[in-house]
Every structure is written in structure tokens, then in C-alpha cells.
T-cell receptor, first 112, second 113 residues
Framework: EADIYQTPRYLVIGTGKKITLECSQTMGHDKMYWYQQDPGMELHLIHY???????EKGDLSSESTVSRIRTEHFPLTLESARPSHTSQYLCASSADRGRTQYFGPGTRLTVL | DQQVKQNSPSLSVQEGRISILNCDYTNSMFDYFLWYKKYPAEGPTFLISISSIKDKNEDGRFTVFLNKSAKHLSLHIVPSQPGDSAVYFCAASDQTGANNLFFGTGTRLTVIP
């Protein structure tokens, strides 16, 4: 199983603030993903990356941005947080030839 | 339009009995299917997967069955234990993109001691 870490686990922040959610994995996986999940709903893919310097938007439109400068690190940034961004954000990774994604513990974001 | 559907939002089962969780999909290009278990405020934990070239995969108490013609898969847990109580998500992927996953809305399983 992949070791994948997310910080912070919980974040409560005011409207208009800039935030960065951190995601790191230690398995050397090339592919990384960000999902958003609201209670009782499915996980929606918002960003993914094939590897360093590769980022793509997912199926769910998101105002967030991502970067992939290092293989192990895939941070997500919101330039100006709004209450509509309140959700759980989940990071995942998979090996280049693997089909199974392994998830981090998630960040629960609340924007007041 | 949701491509993976879990029509039962909840399921209660007595400890020791079988739990059967169901999942339907619409996209015939999906060729890899997974089940994840999720506790509140935690990330999903991978349980078991199956490729479309198989119709059954077993791992300990967990067995996944795939019926391609019906576009249906199920997860069987035998015997069910109280620690199995969680939300179970079905997911599917095709070979486009980065093998992105499409998730169902989950089924909350409660195993009654």
C-alpha cells in the first residue's frame, strides 16, 4: 500500500484567503490525483498529473490550481477561498503501469 | 451523468452473515473495477479490484463478482464483522487519461453485533 500524506487534516478559514493543501507520497508513483467529495456524494476528480511538469483538469470544474515540480509532491492551491469551496479534498497516487489508486487521509476544508 | 451507480445508500447485516454490496455502470469502455472502504473524515482504503478479463476475484473475506453483460459488479463480505461497518465505494476506470476513476455514491454498511 502506498504511503501518502496530506496536510492539514482540518482547516477552517475565512473567505478570500489563499490556501495550499499539501500532498506527498513516498512510493515514487508517477500518477497523482486530487478528488473533491461532499457528504453522501461520489468522489469527483478535479486534477491529475502523469508526472513531473504534467497537470490536467479533471471532470469536475474547480477554481483550484495544482503544480507538479517534484514526483513526490502535488499541492493544490485556492487563490481566494469561498464558502462554496467547503468540502473534503482527497489526494491519491498510482504507479505508472498500475490501475489502483491509493488515497491519503484527506483535508476537510471549511470556508466561513 | 453518473457512469457508476450504487442504488442502495445503506445496508444492515447481522454479524457473521454475508454482506452483498451492488454496483452498476453504464460505460462499456470501463475495464477495471475497484472497491474502497471509507470511514468518516478519512481517505478511502483500497479493498479489492477486478479486471474485465475475469468474472471473480477473491481476497480473504472479500470477493468481487463482475457480470460484464449486465454491467454489474458486487462485493461479498463473508463473514461480516462489526469492524466492516463503513461506507463502501465502487469505482471504475477505462484506459483514457491517467486511468482516472469514476466513483459511485457509496453504500453505508452497518454490521450489527
Amino acid at each position: 500500500e502506498a504511503d501518502i500524506y496530506q496536510t492539514p487534516r482540518y482547516l477552517v478559514i475565512g473567505t478570500g484567503k489563499k490556501i495550499t493543501l499539501e500532498c506527498s507520497q513516498t512510493m515514487g508513483h508517477d500518477k497523482m490525483y486530487w478528488y473533491q467529495q461532499d457528504p453522501g456524494m461520489e468522489l469527483h476528480l478535479i486534477h491529475y498529473s502523469y508526472g513531473v511538469n504534467s497537470t490536467e483538469k479533471g471532470d469536475l470544474s474547480s477554481e483550484s490550481t495544482v503544480s507538479r515540480i517534484r514526483t513526490e509532491h502535488f499541492p493544490l492551491t485556492l487563490e481566494s477561498a469561498r464558502p462554496s469551496h467547503t468540502s473534503q479534498y482527497l489526494c491519491a497516487s498510482s504507479a505508472d503501469r498500475g490501475r489502483t489508486q491509493y488515497f491519503g487521509p484527506g483535508t476537510r476544508l471549511t470556508v466561513l | 451523468d453518473q457512469q457508476v451507480k450504487q442504488n442502495s445508500p445503506s445496508l444492515s447485516v447481522q454479524e457473521g452473515r454475508i454482506s452483498i454490496l451492488n454496483c452498476d455502470y453504464t460505460n462499456s469502455m470501463f475495464d477495471y473495477f475497484l472497491w474502497y472502504k471509507k470511514y468518516p473524515a478519512e481517505g478511502p482504503t483500497f479493498l479489492i479490484s477486478i479486471s474485465s478479463i475475469k468474472d471473480k476475484n477473491e481476497d480473504g473475506r472479500f470477493t468481487v463478482f463482475l457480470n460484464k453483460s449486465a454491467k454489474h459488479l458486487s462485493l461479498h463480505i463473508v463473514p461480516s464483522q462489526p469492524g466492516d461497518s463503513a461506507v463502501y465505494f465502487c469505482a471504475a476506470s477505462d484506459q483514457t487519461g491517467a486511468n482516472n476513476l469514476f466513483f459511485g455514491t457509496g453504500t453505508r454498511l452497518t454490521v450489527i453485533p
